[in-house]
């Protein structure tokens, strides 16, 4: 089990699950920490990152992991999809399209990655993994934005700036009653 603590963006967003609507996805899981966070909280989870083995997958029945690197291309979620869905310290623009798809109608997105700004702190220092100025909100502006914050982040100890991150909660529309 992973003993670093979850993210709070994660833990204070985090909708409650309910009989069945508890399906989420744990993108690019790390070491488990919102896996095992989320299976806690009653949510079926499916983890996926392009390496396992530093976590002990047995013994917690309510997540499916699995191993695949999701920038070569490989989908092993095609068609499925997800109550919520949760990406934290990762970016990848071309799975935007795939998380829409991969979320379900009424489901909730909860993102967290490194912005612009960043490179000053540390890693990511690229453009290619630092999220522009406002992107999750225009990515995403289709659906319903609940909450959505950018900017530095600071140590809670000294006040200090540690990283830049942009973070966003967003429910995918659901289709009208009539359809």
Known sequence: MSSQLPSDWITQHCPVATPGHNRALDLACGAGRHSFWLAKQGWDVTAIDRDLSRIE?????????????????????????????????????????HLRAATSPGGILIYETF???????????????????????????????????????????????????????AQKPAPP???
Do not use: C
Request: proline letters at 7%.
């Open 57 to 97: 997958q047995s013994g917690n029945r309510a997540i499916t992991w699995i191993e695949t690197d999701l920038e070569t291309g490989n989908r092993p979620l095609e068609n499925r999809q997800f109550d919520l869905i949760v990406v934290v310290n990762y970016l990848h623009r071309p799975l935007f399209d």
């Open 115 to 169: 912005m612009v700004g960043n490179e000053r702190f540390g890693r990511p220092r690229s453009p290619e993994f630092l999220l522009r100025p406002d992107e999750l909100n225009k990515t995403f502006a289709d659906w319903n934005i609940i909450t959505a914050q950018q900017g530095p982040v600071r140590d809670s100890d000294t006040g200090l700036p540690v990283s830049v991150k942009q973070a966003i909660v």
């Open 177 to 179: 009653e009539n359809e």
